[in-house]
């Protein structure tokens, strides 16, 4: 049985529908993510999963549960990661895991080690005793981990994990959820990076304006919904006759086994990505064709966001 | 699946306060000894002195001294002071800029529990408050009843009468921009007309009727009696039922404003 199933949820405020009618389900042991961007309905997604806001309609199953009936009794083998840090800055860094240990009515005792355990597990033991307020974007960030973690919850909801941390410090979070993630701990994130949808995620959907438009693990996507290789041609001024004079050369085979040279083009404002399973051999055809510069990568989730819905993830 | 769910208790949120406490409580008792000192002596010696010369112990006071009618009332007027301080920033920060209600609601603790652990932690701090003002009364030589003892209690009610409505309102509010119009215009004009610092028969009639409408005003003649050891039995019991009355719709519509608020 799935630890989380939802069919045709969906979630109002007011006129505005943030979440429209979605159906996923998450089986336990796995990463599942909401790889989307801003305002596409993730975080209200995640807050109903949390059991903090009720859903406006389709049903919910959290660990066999109804989360409008039993919120209580789900939230207690939860571990809540917020978007927003809400550590007690005043308390002390063992504190802060003690306090919110104690809202789960655990034990002194049991906190006791669990707390040294956790922060030994979040490489913050030397600070235990100090206060938090100073610590790091990336330290407060791995603290609320360890928080979320006190009660040794089923499943660990991370509402953008690494928004707002430096690449190092996004390093040492994504590491802590691997080992984690190899203990076997479900995890359900949101995230609108691709890298790391594509780093922590063993299947993910993507959401846009609120819908789920495609479902899979990242590599399904990126072949159902891409090709192989991506030629990134930037041209500031002219890109509109750069994709004219892609299009013209799309008509011809690239020369080797007669398929077209090119799958697609997308013309972004500085530049034109073309799609293609043989990225050098279309630079080998550009002839006349000159742009300012040429790249040649692997196709990405960003690719298949952009397939879907025709706009970038980050803007 | 052997986890027995955890039974959510407002305690377990009173446990947060209490721990944020131990890191100030110095400086908390330093003032809820200096405010008293600083009233008593001022307003109570210096004004009290004149007003004995001039009107003497006359029947308007109940016979008493000035300071022997200011101090309980004080009480009572602090006791509310500080209720409301308690229950706005405080209360708003929790959801907004601490975010410590938001943090207790992804726990197994519901609404309820988490402004019943802070109601009961703002009593704790009214009650703790209200004795050491006491306390100081009793120095000033502003206590003539062992009454007296439980006078701090009925502050602190008079102070929860406030608090309770106050935060249910502020769990509503987006920023802080109404908290000082409240104080300014709401708390201010009942410290300064409902009985601390002369009896509300001086004032006409529109706003007596007024007075005896306002928490503070029950509470000031609670501590006066239990202060004084001045008699109205019977009334005390109605003074009492109406503060108690006041929590209990307070805690209700907070319930229900809290609870929307952090499960929208």
Known sequence: MSLIAAWGLSKQFGDFTAVDGIDFEVERGEVFGFLGPNGAGKSSTMRMIGCVSDPSGGALRILGMDPSREGTNIRSRLGVVPQQDNLDEELSVAENLYVYGRYFDLPRSVLRTRIAELLDFVQLSERASDHVEPLSGGMKRRLTIARALISEPEVLLLDEPTTGLDPQARHVVWERLWTLKRQGVTQVLTTHYMDEAEQLCDRLVVMDRGKIVAEGSPRQLIERYSTREVVELRAHDQVSVLTDALRRLGERSDGYSGDPLYERVEELPDRVLLYTDHGERMVAQLGEVKPESVLVRRSTLEDVFLHLTGRTLVD | ?264
């Open chain 2, 1 to 264: 699946m052997a986890r027995t769910a955890v039974i959510p208790r407002p305690k377990l949120a009173v446990e947060y306060w209490l721990l944020t406490y131990r890191r100030n409580w110095k400086g908390s008792i330093l003032t809820s000894f200096l405010s008293p000192v600083l009233f008593l002596a001022a307003m109570g010696l210096g004004l009290g002195s004149l007003v004995d010369a001039e009107v003497g112990s006359g029947r308007d006071l109940g016979g008493l001294d000035y300071l022997d009618f200011l101090a309980p009332g004080l009480l009572a007027g602090n006791a509310m002071m500080l209720a409301v301080n308690e229950s706005t920033y405080p209360v708003l920060g929790g959801f907004k800029w601490y975010r410590t209600y938001v943090a207790m609601a992804s726990s197994p603790l519901r609404g309820r529990d988490i402004l019943l652990g802070h109601f009961t932690y703002m009593a704790f701090r009214v009650t703790l408050a209200s004795f050491v003002f006491l306390g100081v009364m009793a120095a000033f030589g502003a206590v003539s009843s062992p009454l007296a003892v439980l006078a701090p209690i009925c502050a602190a009610l008079c102070g929860m009468a406030f608090a309770t409505p106050t935060a249910a309102f502020v769990a509503t509010r987006i920023n802080a921009d109404n908290f000082s119009t409240y104080t300014r215009f709401v708390v201010m004009p009942m410290f300064l007309f409902s009985g601390i610092f002369y009896p509300v028969s001086q004032l006409p009639i529109v706003l007596e009727q007024i007075a005896w409408l306002t928490p503070v005003w029950h509470g000031v003649r609670l501590c006066r009696a239990l202060s004084t050891g001045s008699g109205m039995e019977w009334e005390l019991i109605g003074h009492l039922a109406y503060l108690v009355a006041l929590i209990l719709i307070g805690t209700l519509i907070a319930s229900r404003t809290f609870t929307r608020r952090l499960y929208e």
